[in-house]
């Protein structure tokens, strides 16, 4: 008997009890661990190959993309392979053309021609491959605002106006042969930034050659009330864009009261706009642009550049900003024979 007046036998047996349901607790709570543990396993496995499914299907897809632009592009080659071709007939038929006629070029007017990158760097190899015997091969590049030099235009007057008027902004290069064989006006999209005037056996391309460097970097901006467009490229490709979208109400078309009250809300609007447009350019902007190309309403361009130099451009009508269709309209070069 012990203290309580209960049989050691009877503790015993009551504890040897409790330990046996203890082990059986024990054991069906490792059990439902361990089957725990096997259904994470299972489920970790499952979300990793689900993973891997992804990522193939994602490969599959990318590689199906870049298969699709690949055939896009060598389309888009082809068509320009062969507008090139047609382009360089044409223009061979235009030198023949200059080499039957008079010397004089007074009253003949200006062809004017548009050159994507591609057909322009064939007419520049086409003229770099010209050889003259004697030095009558001009090559003159001129900053925004320059005129020719006044022997070439006693020559051709009719270029004063054409410069005057159309390359204000950029400048121009022109390749004039005395012989009367080639006349090429040429105004490229970038900035001329180093004049020259260079009078020898053959023409000197490199200036315009170098405005297409692929380190070039561009800025594009197309900013209109309520919405707008941001875009850093170089000539080769688009590095990145970005869209803008604001609120701002269309003109009120009433008088009175109501339009001064209509109208003080719009140019709140528009000058909140024009704030989102500026802070994304800040954003977008890694290093300062080579060139700035803007579009669109002349007033908010005006606040976002204030006193920087850009060219201005008027792009035909797009659906939508569609970044590679934009830079192409960019690159595009206006050539004029004379």
């Not at 005129?147 to 008027?165: A, D, G, W």
């Not at 890694?286 to 579009?295: F, L, N, T």
């Not at 035909?316 to 690159?331: M, S, T």
Request: charged share 30%; proline share 4%.
């Amino acid at each position: 008997m012990n203290l309580f007046g209960k049989k050691k036998g009877q503790d015993i047996a009551q504890l040897e009890e409790t330990i046996t349901q203890l082990k059986q607790e024990n054991e069906t709570l490792r059990e439902r661990f361990k089957k725990t543990v096997e259904r994470e396993k299972r489920a970790l496995a499952e979300r990793q190959q689900a993973h891997e499914e992804v990522k193939i299907l994602k490969e599959k897809l990318e590689k199906a993309s870049q298969k699709s632009e690949q055939r896009k592009r060598e389309e888009h080659e082809q068509i320009e392979k062969r507008n090139v071709e047609k382009r360089i007939d044409a223009w061979n038929t235009n030198n023949t053309s200059s080499m039957l006629g008079t010397n004089s070029l007074s009253g003949v007017g200006l062809k004017r021609h548009t050159a994507s990158k591609a057909k322009l760097f064939e007419i520049l190899k086409e003229l770099r491959s010209i050889r003259a015997e004697r030095e009558t091969l001009q090559t003159i590049y001129l900053q925004p605002k320059e005129l020719p030099p006044k022997s070439l235009l006693t020559e051709c007057p009719q270029l004063e106006k054409t410069v005057k008027n159309l390359a204000a902004q950029t400048g121009c290069a022109i390749f004039h042969d005395q012989n009367h064989i080639i006349h090429l006006l040429i105004i490229p999209p970038f900035t001329i930034t180093h004049p020259t005037h260079q009078q020898s056996t053959k023409f000197n391309t490199n200036p315009l050659c170098k405005l297409f460097d692929p380190k070039t970097l561009i800025l594009v901006v197309i900013a209109h009330a309520g919405h707008g467009f941001v875009m850093l490229a170089t000539p080769n490709e688009v590095l990145s864009h970005k869209e803008v979208h604001s609120s701002v109400k269309s003109k009120h078309t009433k008088g009175g009261w109501s339009q001064r009250r209509f109208e003080r809300l719009r140019e709140e609007e528009i000058k909140h706009h024009t704030g989102k447009m500026r802070e994304l350019i800040e954003t977008i902007l890694e290093r300062k642009p080579a060139q700035i190309i803007v579009s669109g309403d002349k007033r908010i361009l005006k606040e976002l550049f204030d006193d920087q130099s850009v060219i201005y451009r008027k792009f035909d009508a797009i659906q939508g900003y569609v970044p590679e269709k934009i830079l192409r309209e960019i690159l595009t070069t206006t050539i004029y024979t004379y």
